[in-house]
C-alpha cells in the first residue's frame, strides 16, 4: 500500500512533533514554513496568508492546518487561521482530507460549568470568533474534516507557569475560580497522529482528563520548587471560564501519557531540575 501523503502547514513545535510521529507510522511528510530551511528540503517555503498558485506543493492524501502565530492580533489572526486555509484550500482541490488545530476558546464563558463537543459555542475574544470561523471553513468545504479544539499547550519550552510561580507576584483569585484545561505537547501531538490513523473526523477536544482551578496547580508547583505559594488578592471573575471535557478523544483508545497536570509537570520538572545551571 503506498505510503499516506501528508502536508503539514506550519513547522513549529507541534507541527514538528506531529511530523515526527507520523514518519514514524511510514507517512510521507512534508511541511511549510515561512522561510526557507535549506538543511530540510522537506520543507517547503510559503507565505501562506498570500494566495498560491496551484500545485504548488504537488498532491497530498491529508492537509493539516498547523500555523503558529508570530504575533497575536486580530488580523495575523484572520490571516493565519482564515485567509491561509482558504488559499490552501483553493490550490489543493484534490486532497480530500483536511486536519485543523484549533482552540479551546472557541467555547468561550461558560461560568466554569463543563464543556464538550456539543456544547453552543459563544467566543469572547476575537481569537475565539476567527478560530470558530475557520473551523466552519474547513468543515464546509466539502472534504473530510478533523477540527482539534486543542487545550493550553505545556511541556519542554512552554513553561509559563513555571515562571510566574518564581515571579512571586500576588495571584488574583475569584468564584468561581479560574479552570485550567492543558495538555502535554507530547500528547496533542499524539492525538493528532492517533486520530488521523483513525481518520477520524469531526470534533475533538484536546485536554488532559482532569481541568482543574488553576490556584491549585500554582501551589502545586510551588510546592515541588520549595517555593512560597503566591500570595491570594481579591480579583474579578474570569472573563472565560470553562472546564472542557476529553472523553471523546479517551473513547476512540488513545491514552494519555500524562492525564493530569501532576504527571506533566512532574516530568517537566524533574527535566528542569536536571538541567545543568548557569
Given at each position: 500500500?503506498?505510503?499516506?501523503?501528508?502536508?503539514?502547514?506550519?513547522?513549529?513545535?507541534?507541527?514538528?512533533?506531529?511530523?515526527?510521529?507520523?514518519?514514524?507510522?511510514?507517512?510521507?511528510?512534508?511541511?511549510?514554513?515561512?522561510?526557507?530551511?535549506?538543511?530540510?528540503?522537506?520543507?517547503?517555503?510559503?507565505?501562506?496568508?498570500?494566495?498560491?498558485?496551484?500545485?504548488?506543493?504537488?498532491?497530498?492524501?491529508?492537509?493539516?492546518?498547523?500555523?503558529?502565530?508570530?504575533?497575536?492580533?486580530?488580523?495575523?489572526?484572520?490571516?493565519?487561521?482564515?485567509?491561509?486555509?482558504?488559499?490552501?484550500?483553493?490550490?489543493?482541490?484534490?486532497?480530500?482530507?483536511?486536519?485543523?488545530?484549533?482552540?479551546?476558546?472557541?467555547?468561550?464563558?461558560h461560568a466554569g460549568r463543563w464543556v464538550d463537543e456539543s456544547t453552543t459555542c459563544q467566543p469572547i475574544g476575537f481569537n475565539g470568533r476567527i478560530l470558530l470561523e475557520a473551523e466552519d471553513a474547513a468543515r464546509s468545504c466539502g472534504r473530510d474534516a478533523l477540527v482539534m479544539r486543542?487545550?493550553?499547550?505545556?511541556?519542554?519550552?512552554?513553561?509559563?507557569?513555571?515562571?510566574?510561580?518564581?515571579?512571586?507576584?500576588?495571584?488574583?483569585?475569584?468564584?468561581?475560580?479560574?479552570?485550567?484545561?492543558?495538555?502535554?505537547?507530547?500528547?496533542?501531538?499524539?492525538?493528532?497522529?492517533?486520530?488521523?490513523?483513525?481518520?477520524?473526523?469531526?470534533?475533538?477536544?484536546?485536554?488532559?482528563?482532569?481541568?482543574?482551578?488553576?490556584?491549585?496547580?500554582?501551589?502545586?508547583?510551588?510546592?515541588?520548587?520549595?517555593?512560597?505559594?503566591?500570595?491570594?488578592?481579591?480579583?474579578?471573575?474570569?472573563?472565560?471560564?470553562?472546564?472542557?471535557?476529553?472523553?471523546?478523544?479517551?473513547?476512540?483508545?488513545?491514552?494519555?501519557?500524562?492525564?493530569?497536570?501532576?504527571?506533566?509537570?512532574?516530568?517537566?520538572?524533574?527535566?528542569?531540575?536536571?538541567?545543568?545551571?548557569?
Amino acid at each position: 500500500m503506498p505510503a499516506l501523503r501528508v502536508l503539514i502547514a506550519g513547522s513549529g513545535d507541534l507541527g514538528r512533533r506531529i511530523a515526527r510521529g507520523l514518519r514514524e507510522d511510514g507517512a510521507a511528510v512534508r511541511a511549510i514554513a515561512r522561510h526557507p530551511r535549506p538543511h530540510d528540503p522537506s520543507v517547503l517555503a510559503c507565505d501562506l496568508t498570500q494566495p498560491i498558485a496551484r500545485g504548488f506543493a504537488g498532491t497530498c492524501d491529508v492537509l493539516v492546518h498547523c500555523l503558529a502565530l508570530a504575533t497575536r492580533d486580530e488580523a495575523t489572526y484572520r490571516a493565519v487561521y482564515v485567509d491561509a486555509l482558504r488559499h490552501l484550500l483553493a490550490a489543493l482541490p484534490d486532497t480530500r482530507r483536511i486536519v485543523f488545530v484549533s482552540s479551546t476558546a472557541v467555547y468561550g464563558d461558560h461560568a466554569g460549568r463543563w464543556v464538550d463537543e456539543s456544547t453552543t459555542c459563544q467566543p469572547i475574544g476575537f481569537n475565539g470568533r476567527i478560530l470558530l470561523e475557520a473551523e466552519d471553513a474547513a468543515r464546509s468545504c466539502g472534504r473530510d474534516a478533523l477540527v482539534m479544539r486543542l487545550g493550553g499547550l505545556y511541556g519542554p519550552g512552554r513553561d509559563m507557569l513555571l515562571r510566574r510561580v518564581r515571579a512571586g507576584a500576588p495571584l488574583p483569585v475569584s468564584e468561581p475560580p479560574l479552570y485550567t484545561n492543558r495538555i502535554h505537547v507530547d500528547d496533542a501531538a499524539a492525538a493528532a497522529v492517533h486520530l488521523m490513523r483513525q481518520r477520524a473526523t469531526g470534533l475533538f477536544n484536546l485536554v488532559d482528563a482532569a481541568p482543574v482551578a488553576q490556584p491549585e496547580v500554582l501551589d502545586w508547583i510551588a510546592d515541588r520548587l520549595a517555593l512560597p505559594r503566591l500570595s491570594r488578592i481579591d480579583g474579578p471573575p474570569p472573563a472565560e471560564n470553562k472546564r472542557v471535557d476529553s472523553t471523546r478523544l479517551r473513547a476512540t483508545g488513545f491514552q494519555l501519557r500524562y492525564p493530569d497536570f501532576r504527571a506533566g509537570y512532574a516530568a517537566l520538572l524533574d527535566g528542569v531540575m536536571a538541567a545543568p545551571q548557569e
